[in-house]
């Protein structure tokens, strides 16, 4: 293999220019030269006669590279070993999928979340939508009507084809082993050797074991692998650039990145692993003086297009998918804008009113993404000072979350008084419906050391304060309305305390637990310390037996990003809330410097004496020593660049023997 890897480096880099040996006749290329300054009347002038080399030399070479044959061929043997390879796999992972007939370990949460997919009820989760949508297709596929809960340890029912879901995502996850023969053959390895690693991928228990059960890690590792797969073949048309077989393996590797990063973020190390070699190449293209300006832009450009842009759009493309089919107000819709809750069936936000006034019962929601509703509950005081209520933001729906809008003149309004819509720069109070207090600040001392004001509920009817008037700013009407007053859902506005001449503004830090758990601080801070979302308010939900029941789906419309980028922080606010559990640590959690030496290896299923047992442990010869290899591979770097140094093994490196090396085992790495 290392014998063939050689002499294709030796004519790839004569076809180059770059090497030179006994076999080369140097008259020929003078020839070329002389024949080109004659037929275009140019002098000898050395600065001429170089640049005319040039041309001359890159005209040779790409009239070669033209007729070279396509490094992407498989021949008939190559596709025999791939089926055979592909039969094999299917049999590891298909062999009795179906023998334990109970909801095993994450099957609880991937199989009811591709459920949702048939119901149509909108969800919440931390992983990208993608590889849920397929297991959704195979329940869909399977038969499954959508509404069975997928509960840890309940056995499946009748009408549940469980072996077929697993089945169907188990056939994405064996496409690993013949992506993993065709790169390797693509990064140069001979067939046996290319047998050998597609061998190792085969037997290997941890990912036979991963791949037999509903979750998302089949097709992450289906298109990881497919992500490696395309760069390897991108790479082998280097000498090819901007043909046809060029831009298609370019193309496919931004497909292939749009795929692995739309199911799973951890997808992300992928496009990192695609990145590097990327800048790699043109940063090597750039410190290339016979590589032209424009040239070098095209190569750019055509890197920022297809691994760049193309893995956006379908990662947006799949979020479109997702909100398209979950059209259902469902479990996780209130992580969701208001405006989104406005357009889901069956959602509380899309039967109401769309007018409010004084006397009318809100809710309101933040702008910024994790804070929610303002919520108060006479149970959470601050710890510091007698009968102030904290107030703060909840995630959920809840009914101390509602708030009756007052007049600032201390004239309440009631419901049965005549309408009075409320205006731009209007004065009003808060009161909160469960307590009786009204929102409020005040000059006190700060609770936490990033407030400039606290805000609490406090005060009554009895008792009216200056602390507790807020003066209203419409920022936006979404609706085709004028922006003259207050909306549900569609007017964005900002309230400002009249005392302190603060903004109310929420915040991304929680409370202490032992305060108020599960609630985000809300505070009242100068307009210019605040970023701009922090301030932001619209009222979601509105209770008025005064005003009709309004049609929101005339009223706001699909924000497609608006929506992608808020789900998106959601996304990541949940997942930087998970912690793991120390009760259990070595058992289902570990951490990942510990999985290459298979210290902690993880039961999946119960343990029990009449059960079927997975348990997660990677084959041990070939974990270990691919962990020696990773361990080894700089100390062979280094020995090949100390050699290098000392001028050591030139023949090997005129050879092209260590560029080759380098280009195949730094991916592999």
Known sequence: ????????????????????????????????????AASSNISSDSDKYDHHYTLATESAEYAELTQAPDATEFDNIDKMVSLVLTALCLFTRLYQIGRRSVVSWDETHFGKFGANYINRTFYHDVHPPLAKMLVGLGEYLGGHNGFFAYTSGATFPEHINYTFQRAFLAVIGALVVPFAYRTCRFLGFGRSAALMAASFVLFDNAMCVISRFILLDPPLLCFTALSLLGYAGFAAQRSRPFTFVWWR???????????????????????????????????????????????????WAARALCLIVIPALIYVASFKMHFALLNTRGSGDYKMPSAFQALQNNSVVSIQPHDVAFGSQITMRSHLPGFGLIHANSTHQFPDRDREIIAGGVAGKQKNNWWTVVSGNFTQETTSSPVTHIGDSQLIRLAHVGTGHYLRTGRSPPYHLGWDRRVFVGGNQTTPSLWDIWRVHIVEEESPKPRAQLYTV???????????????????SRFPKEVARQMSELICTDANTTKSEDTLWNIEQVRDKRFARADF????????????????REMAMSNNGLIPDPDHYKTIESSPWTWPFLLYPMRMVSWADNSVKYYEIGNPILWWASTLC???????????????????AQERWQAGEFRQFWDTTKLLW
């Open 1 to 36: 293999m290392i014998a063939d890897s050689q002499a294709q480096a030796q004519q790839q880099l004569r076809r180059r220019g770059h090497h030179h040996d006994d076999s080369h006749d140097p008259t020929q290329s003078e020839t070329k030269v002389t024949d080109i």
């Open 490 to 508: 569609t007017t964005t506005f900002r309230l400002f305390n009249v005392m302190s001449g603060c903004l109310l503004q929420a915040s991304g």
């Open 249 to 299: 393996w370019l193309a496919f590797t931004g497909i292939a990145l749009g795929l692995v990063i739309s199911s799973k973020w951890v997808g992300l190390f992928a496009i990192v692993l695609v990145g590097l070699c990327t800048i790699e190449e043109l940063l090597a293209m750039y410190s290339d003086r016979k590589t032209m300006a424009t040239t070098q832009l095209q190569h």
């Open 630 to 648: 990773c361990l080894l591979y700089p100390l062979q770097m280094v020995y090949w660049l100390v050699q290098w140094q000392r001028q050591q």
């Open 553 to 568: 789906s005339q009223l706001v419309k699909r924000r497609l990003l608006r929506d992608t980028l808020w789900i998106n």
